[in-house]
């Protein structure tokens, strides 16, 4: 024994903070160093033993030295498991968010098609359907997800130009400037958006040059802030920065040019239909993508509407074809949206219930699916 500690102890269990932990340790380093004892009190380095014969002491050691070794064992199996157990995933940093999920039936539960992927305190918008502005508004507000202030919106996505995917375009364009957006707009999609862009920029000349000249609180650079620089796109990559990466695919749909988009950033990836029929360019953008959102037309909203149901087989996609593109394509998960559905029935007989909805695309599709809503957030 050296100052209370035994000659065969470790230097490294010495130091250890803990004394339970140097006990245990000198049970099973020091006793099989300690000689048989005399008959009479021997100084144990954990307890006083009082032992009347060796075979007593014996017993006693080999007892101290089983508790040592299971305590041990159990430290070092605690150790294992610890190194073993995989990290707590971090939380996401990209958000999809469902600004509008409706068609052109003007639902007041659900606004015109408008989708953001909101990334690291940015957001990203594709497509300006009815109210969107206000649907930003909405989920700054109510969901706490402060990239929607509606004067943050900067960089935006149009799939096509039909009305119900751009009837927001001007209030895009100058609400969020009165309310004192500091940038022009970014907006990216196929040809005729420059001149929809232009049109739109000369229909409410007037009033740009009123407030321009009458608001006087406004910024110096007033009058450069409402202006939209508009990018018509090709297929391929169309947009990078810190956050993402956003390539555009060809779909099929009325116009000679119809685009659907991929998002990929640091931990997702998103791919957004816009109105399309089943294309094999989607099953590849999505290709085990964490996110599809896919428009669809119910089955039995079809036979209710027997004179859109040639229109509805040449540019859109039914609930069977849904499932089987998404049985190709493998989505994580699959956000329905711009379905022919309504929420409260009696708005609009033919049209279906979400219920209705998930029930036939889960008929033929064994994934993960929800039916989107407006202000959902995934």
């Not at 949206?337 to 049209?351: D, E, K, T």
Request: glycine share 6%; charged share 20%; hydrophobic share 40%.
């Amino acid at each position: 024994m050296v100052n209370g500690i035994c000659k065969a102890f470790p230097e490294n269990i010495v130091d250890c903070p803990c004394p339970t932990l140097r006990v245990m340790a000198c049970f099973v380093v020091c006793l099989p160093n300690i000689d048989q004892p005399p008959n009479s009190v021997y100084d144990s380095p954990a307890m006083m033993i009082h032992s009347n014969s060796a075979s007593a002491w014996n017993a006693c050691k080999r007892r101290l030295i089983a508790t040592a070794v299971a305590f041990w064992i159990l430290i070092l199996a605690s150790s294992a498991a610890a190194q073993q157990t995989p990290n707590k995933t971090p939380e996401s940093k990209t958000q999809v968010v469902l600004l509008g999920t409706g068609n052109p039936f003007p639902d007041p539960d659900r606004s015109g098609p408008a989708t953001a992927i909101v990334v690291n305190g940015s957001a990203y918008l594709v497509d300006f359907g009815a109210g969107v502005v206000r649907r930003a508004k909405a989920a700054m507000f109510d969901k706490g997800i402060a990239a929607l202030e509606p004067t943050n919106l900067k960089v935006v996505f149009a799939t096509h130009l039909h009305s119900d995917h751009t009837v927001g375009y001007p209030d895009l364009i100058f609400t969020p400037w009165v309310m004192g957006r500091k940038f022009p707009l970014e907006v990216y999609g196929p040809k005729g958006l420059k001149a929809m862009t232009d049109h739109i920029l000369a229909a409410w000349h007037e009033d740009i040059e009123e407030r321009i000249a009458t608001e006087t609180w406004q910024s110096p650079d007033y009058r450069e802030n409402y202006k939209v620089n508009v990018h018509e796109i090709g297929v391929g990559m169309v947009y990078k920065d810190a956050n993402v990466t956003v390539t555009a695919f060809p779909t099929k749909h009325t116009f000679p040019e119809t685009y659907g988009y991929r998002f990929d950033t640091a931990d997702r990836s998103i791919v957004i239909s816009g109105d399309t029929s089943p294309t094999q360019a989607t099953v590849d953008a999505c290709h085990g993508c964490d996110v599809l959102i896919h428009e669809v037309q119910t089955l039995e909203s079809l036979a209710k509407r027997k004179d859109f149901q040639a229109y509805v087989a040449k540019h859109h996609t039914n609930t069977t074809e849904l499932a089987e593109l998404a049985g190709k394509a493998k989505p994580r998960l699959l956000i329905v949206y711009h379905a022919s559905i309504v929420q409260r029935p009696g708005l609009r007989p033919q049209a279906s219930s979400p219920e209705q909805a998930l029930k036939e695309v889960l008929s033929g599709y064994a994934g993960e699916v929800v039916i989107g809503r407006d202000l959902d957030v995934y």
